[in-house]
């Protein structure tokens, strides 16, 4: 009976100390099929590791506990006990194997309360050999949950078996025609720019695929985008990471700044696609990172102070867009003692930067009109005003003297520029995609069980009025929000109504769109304010 009754007190005293998993919810008591979850960095037992349990339902992965056991072994002394502040580092916190600068038997105060412990606390001096510090008691996380801080639910995902690991194959990568086939059905024009990316994408996987053993190393295929604003970089840039279903991670460049400034450093791009890969590091090490806005870290002109948003930026991607090992933080965007760290290499991760570049038309003008002369053959100095694509005869000495470095172009080897949208293409960018635009609204109101339809005068004005606002593809969206506004709202009104029209009359404010109603005459709704 005495030994049953030492059995019962041991036993709970493990679970008071949290290594004892006392879950009761059936749905997650399975340990093979669901994981728990760290109360402090919220990483999951696949990625964290094995956790450690703690009263108030608190999972704790080992990390942290031992980052925690650290920060408390190096306190100052004058906060310990007086029996104890004769005591300096850490040699007392050694109860557990493994776990160094952990205290042996640490008991909660629930412990300390609890009846069962009576009797051992009644002998000596009030606690059992080795079971604990004096006067000296921990907070109990679970009260920590008042504060904003909710005890995580462990996720309801299986894990994956330890000897099933992913590969990654380069046979699954299509080959240049049929991935320009595939962005084909997404992207409108710009036959050029997709027949690059497409083979920069396919050489790039190889290059992530093979080996070494005959000593030919294959250097990377980062890519640079020009192009105006609205042209199609970063929807390029989604839908070959959607369709090769590869992590991709977009930062912008306006954003980053020296290490030390305020500001993102460099090595946040790097950790936001370790996050898009669910904190996995050999896919991330797989993924694409795209960082818009590469034109606004061009060297400054004419400063006199130091410029640690621009080529100083320049130079710390350097070796990142070469390939190196960076320490970054997991699920977390600031490095600091409580979070843990992954090592991510480089090597393998595309980068592709992209940019409007601004200004840059003026140098390219500037190069072509160096052999104007006098006389009557003379090349005009205006002849190339009215060129709407004269970023695509962008070279690399003109992006020199418009900021950026020779070593930052030397690491982008394929330079793609994509061309301005003429009206005909924004027309076809309405209708063709397989996720255009008008296909989006025609859903929305299919769902009301209405037809939706646009003249053939009612594109080519509404491609008129985005090729005044001078923003690409992204004024169409606006557009349309604006004269679909009261469609939207009138229609779930009247069940009756069966089909709408939407006419030119209607986008230039001349007339209303036409209105069916299910089996009576044709109407029209007044024309927009």
Known sequence: MAEDKNNNIDDKEKKLNGFVDDTTDSDESDDGDYEKVCFVCRRNERTAGRMISMPGGIDVCSDCLQKAFNTFGNMDPSMLPPEMQGMTGAPWMTGIPGMTGMPGGFTNSAAKASEDDSEDASKGDGRKSGQGIPNLSFINLGDLTGFGREIPKRQKVKKKKDDVKEVFDRNKVPAPHKLKAMLD??????????????VAIYNHYKR??????????????????????????????????????????????????EAGYIGDDIESVVSKLL????????????????????????KKKNTNTRDVSGESVQQELLKMLEGSVVEVPVGSNSKN??????????????FICGGAFPGLEEIIKERLN????????????????????????????DLRKFGMIPEFLGRLPIIVSLETLTKDFLVRILTEPKNAILSQYKKLLAMDEVQLEFSEGALEAIAEKAMEKNTGA????????????????????????????????????????????????????????
Do not use: C
């Open 185 to 198: 059905e997404y992207v409108v024009g710009q036959e050029k720019a997709k027949k690059a990316i497409s």
């Open 208 to 257: 992530v695929g093979s080996d070494n053993k005959d000593g030919i190393e294959i250097e990377k295929s980062n890519m640079l985008l020009l192009g105006p604003t609205g042209s199609g970089k970063t929807y390029l840039v989604k839908t070959i990471a959607k369709l090769l279903d590869v992590p991709l991670a977009i930062a912008d460049a306006t954003s980053l700044t």
């Open 275 to 298: 996050a898009e890969a669910d904190n996995d590091v050999e896919k991330a090490e797989h993924g694409i990172i795209y960082i818009d806005e590469i034109d606004k870290i061009a």
């Open 337 to 350: 003692a409580m979070v843990p760290m992954a090592t991510v290499d480089t090597t393998n991760i595309l």
């Open 370 to 397: 160096e052999k104007s002369s006098i006389g009557f053959e003379a090349d005009l100095k205006d002849k190339h005003d009215e060129d709407k694509n004269l970023l695509t005869k962008a070279k690399v000495d």
């Open 474 to 529: 992204r004024a169409l969206r606006s557009i349309l929000e604006e004269f679909m506004l009261d469609i939207m709202y009138e229609i779930p009104k009247d069940d009756n109504i069966g089909r709408v029209v939407i006419t030119k009359e209607y986008i230039e404010n001349t007339g209303g769109p036409i209105i069916e109603m299910r089996g009576m005459e044709t109407t029209a709704l007044p024309q927009k304010d």
